[in-house]
């Protein structure tokens, strides 16, 4: 079935880079996303790749995909403490992009 | 205003109340979605729809009933509410294959 994995806790140093990994299982998804959950807030996109790209850079923010191991990777640099949230990766999953499809979240904690 | 509003935002009921959650949109969007969120599980899909008469189950649908009005409305019901229903409920509306817009949520609270 479908499922996608990510690691429930990340705690970093304010401006180290933070790394927040992701495997999910559908191999037709064709795009793939990171949003983002401030406290008490809803879900905010933060970027999203296509499946048929390998790296995508905005910014802050550098998403990695190696799509033969279905491995996906978001990447922080120079973290603030404003960047404490939680993480959601998300597959598109389905004929056409049927729903999005989340992990658990990662809970990213920055420390000063 | 939003792109996507949930009413109310957040509600206490009592075990066996029907409720009604609301979801409207203003992007124009044909799909819509709910989700409930509980901590460490995630988002798990309850409903989607893809038009007014398009209706599907998600992963976890048993215990709702969802209603499609016009495009940019999609409510969720819980026709007998029990305490393991207490989550927070999001609404989202997708087009195309890109960005889902999220409502802000409803908190509800089942006693």
């Known amino acids: 079935g479908e499922d996608v994995e990510q690691s429930l806790f990340l705690s970093v140093r304010e401006g180290d880079s933070s790394v927040i990994n992701c495997t999910y299982t559908d191999s037709s998804s064709t795009y793939l996303y990171w949003y983002k959950q401030e406290p008490g807030a809803g879900l905010q996109l933060l970027t999203y790749?296509?499946?048929?790209?390998d790296m995508k850079q905005d910014q802050r923010l550098t998403v990695l995909l190696n799509k033969k191991d279905k491995h996906l990777s978001l990447r922080i640099a120079d973290t603030q403490t404003g960047d404490s949230a939680i993480y959601f990766c998300?597959?598109?999953?389905?004929?056409?992009?049927?729903?999005?499809?989340f992990g658990k979240g990662t809970t990213l904690s920055v420390s000063s | 205003d939003a792109d996507v509003t949930q009413t109310p935002r957040n509600r206490i009921t009592k075990t066996g109340k029907r409720i009604m959650l609301e979801c409207s949109q203003t992007?124009?969007?044909?799909?819509m979605y709910w989700y409930r969120q509980d901590p460490g599980l995630g988002l798990r899909l309850i409903y989607y729809s893809f038009d007014v008469k398009d209706i599907n189950k998600g992963e976890i649908s048993d215990g709702y009933s969802v209603s499609r009005q016009a495009q940019a409305k999609f409510s969720l019901s819980l026709e007998s509410a029990i305490p393991n229903q207490t989550a927070l409920y999001f609404c989202a509306t997708m087009g195309g294959n890109t960005e889902a817009f999220f409502g802000q949520g409803t908190r509800l609270t089942v006693v």
């Open positions: 790749i296509f499946s048929n790209m």
């Open positions: 998300a597959e598109s999953s389905g004929q056409a992009g049927t729903a999005l499809i």
């Open positions: 992007k124009g969007h044909d799909r």
